[in-house]
């Protein structure tokens, strides 16, 4: 059974630093592509980051030079490090997995994803 669960959300100044993980449960983290998506009140879910099975990544725009994406396989967790926070930034944070199908899971789309978390609350004031 295919299990995600995220923690590390909290609230933080603009400016400040979180770092989320997901731990990763019924598969390794090798064997799927990854994600990180975000949705903020009455906004859709949208895709932040992405890592592939080769390690390959991608990013949106919005946090491009300020998040990094990571996973280590022998722990079986993926992680993003958000660095210079903005209030932009507030969200429920998702972590998902899945072999990407007919979508390109470097394009962030939620179809290209089949498993998903329960989120993590980001808040960031200003």
């Known amino acids: 059974q295919v299990q995600l669960v995220e923690s590390g959300g909290g609230s933080v100044q603009a400016g400040g630093s979180l770092r989320l993980a997901c731990a990763a449960s019924?598969?390794?983290?090798?064997?799927?592509?990854m994600a990180w998506f975000r949705q903020a009140p009455g906004k859709e879910r949208e895709g932040v980051t992405a890592?592939?099975?080769?390690?390959?990544?991608s990013y949106a725009d919005s946090v491009k030079g300020r998040f990094t994406i990571s996973k280590d396989n022998a722990k079986n967790t993926l992680y993003l490090q958000m660095n210079s926070l903005e209030p932009e930034d507030t969200a429920m944070y998702y972590c998902?997995?899945?072999?990407?199908?007919?979508?390109?899971?470097?394009?962030?789309?939620?179809?290209?994803?089949?498993?998903w978390g329960q989120g993590t609350q980001v808040t960031v004031s200003a």
């Open positions: 998902a997995a899945g072999y990407g199908g007919a979508y390109d899971p470097l394009t962030r789309v939620r179809s290209a994803f089949r498993y």
């Open positions: 890592i592939l099975r080769d390690g390959s990544t």
């Open positions: 019924g598969f390794t983290t090798s064997t799927y592509h």
